[in-house]
């Protein structure tokens, strides 16, 4: 059974998820909008194309128009619905491997729907709709979008950089959709950049693991230490998460994505922070450099979104490399991510090793673990139980979305994921003997 959540529609391709389920639930967004029409992309797996023509048959089985963006980034899908005020669903499964895939769910407000909305996309009699004219497919100006979603990203965090003409960057595309903006965004800014894995096109599967972990991106690391570059960074396959090679070839962890913007972002102005509770202290750290406060909540980018609309706030992510910047783009968008920390290198003058110095050395750990209903609500009681014991003061324990316990120099979060059948786990602390502790609770090695 595929699985929908604040997330969307995900599933193994074929044995899960069919073209119907996609025909259906795109009939019944495109049904529930008020809009006429409904932009419809995709990303590059190989059965993206087929669920596309099926996303497509159900749009307009409801009597609504579509308006075809091909591959397109996912984030940049978004910007193109704020922009044209038009709703829109993507054909991606993002970080998930090559034989999964999915449907997200774009309002006309230029942002996911949120977890109030989604579950209204209950499945129902599929009709047919008379309308006195046909419904058409129209082509998308995605050179006027990629235009738009560059100088937006110029205007409200750029200061006084005009371009990056001497910096040099190996990107790391995994074949995605990003690949297909990639160009347009360097050659805007002038950046000058070395291509990996930046096809619009998978054959069989990603040429590295889709997660831009600090595993996947050895290649990447390589690439930058052979042509001495500046910088590497990773992209997953839809374009909204990212992660970073410093100039000496060292990668960082996607936990660094979103405090090295911030360190960018509100030197330049001030702002509530929002991040979800899988975020790690580092995040805790610039806020507190910057005296800002920081809300954490369930994890989900539109969960995100919801908070950062209700506390007024302009900035926000997840540690999963995702950056959401509110006057640009109301969601995770890598190129925006991009922009910060390429922004960040300038205006330093420093490398981004030595940015990286002035964190806390915190111990990061984050694992995938078999989810097992019975075991996930053992390894609950148990873990709260014994965080407890270890925290007696100003311990911080929410349900809410899994096991969310945090001090001030720790965190740990175990959850079932929202997009895969796994329990994801993070410990996050400058306390060697709790990890190790935590550990045999776990019995994780």
Known sequence: MYKFSV?????????EVFPFDFFSFAYIFAKKQKAEKILVGR?????????????????????????DCGIIPTPTLVFASGYLKLPGIVITASHNPVDENGLKFVSARGRFLFEN???????????????????????????????EHAQKIKKYLGAKIENFSDLKVGIDGVNGSVSSEIDYFCNFFSLNFSPLFLKEKIDKDFPREPEPSPGALKRLSNLVKEKRLHLGIGFDPDGDRVAFVCENGEILSEEYTLPFSLLYYLEKKKSPVVCNFSTSLLVDDVCEKFGVPLYRTKVGESNVVYQMIKRKSFIGGEGNGGVIVKDVNLTRDGLVAFYLILSLIKEKGKP???????????IIIKRKLEFKKDFFLKMKAKIKK??????????????????????????????????????????NTDDEKIVEKLYEILCVE
């Open 386 to 427: 014994e965080v407890k014991r270890l925290f007696r003061k100003n311990l911080v324990i929410n349900e809410e979305d899994g096991l969310f316990c945090y001090q001030r120099n720790f965190l740990f979060h175990l959850r079932p994921s929202n997009t895969e059948k796994l329990l994801r786990l993070i410990i």
């Open 43 to 67: 990303d590059t797996r190989p059965t993206s194309e087929a669920f596309y023509f099926s996303s497509v048959a159900g749009i307009l089985q409801s009597g609504k128009n579509v308006v």
């Open 117 to 147: 909305e989604i579950k209204l996309l209950k499945l129902e009699k599929i009709e047919k709709e008379l309308k006195k004219k046909e419904p058409k497919i129209q082509i998308l100006n995605k050179e006027e979008i990629f235009f």
């Open 352 to 362: 981004l090793s030595i940015l990286k110095k002035t964190f806390n050395d915190y």
């Open 7 to 15: 997330s969307g529609l995900r599933g193994k391709v074929f044995s």
